[in-house]
């Protein structure tokens, strides 16, 4: 199996959903939307739209482990999401550890908001984006 150029990011949570597209050449992702979820189900379309759209060769879901590196209950529905996205479009998934990505990217787009005088947005698509990077730093885009 080639080692994957596109990637998508998922940040996942009950409510909203992150998405990021990274590329493993510059080891660099970016936000791309917030999908909306009820108890943790996407828009199944919507994720599908993404997926023509964007073709990845592989996708992360991001894991939220406790501090001490220990499953959560979270954890349990991220894995199962990613069986999901697996079994629906039949592409690599791959989970990493998303410890403090959502923190990080709360003071990312903190300090953005103070320096660009943005309101305060979304950040799920930001820590999409963060995982996916570290995603990429631990798998040397392989």
Request: net charge neutral.
């Amino acid at each position: 199996m080639a080692a994957p150029r596109l990637l998508l990011g998922f940040d996942y949570g009950t409510r909203q959903i992150g998405v990021a597209v990274g590329q493993a050449v510059t080891g660099q992702a970016r936000e791309l939307c917030v999908l909306k979820a009820q108890n943790g189900v996407p828009d199944w379309n919507r994720v599908e739209a993404l997926i023509k759209e964007w073709q990845p060769d592989a996708i992360v879901v991001g894991l939220p482990l406790n501090m001490d590196g220990t499953p959560s209950k979270m954890s349990e529905r991220a894995e199962k999401f990613a069986r999901r996205l697996h079994g629906r479009y039949n592409l690599p998934v791959h989970t990493h550890d998303e410890r403090l990505t959502t923190y990080a990217a709360k003071g990312e787009r903190l300090a953005q908001g103070q320096r660009d005088g943005y309101r305060e947005r979304p950040v799920d698509a930001l820590a999409a984006a963060l995982l996916l990077e570290g995603w990429l730093e631990a798998h040397g885009g392989a």
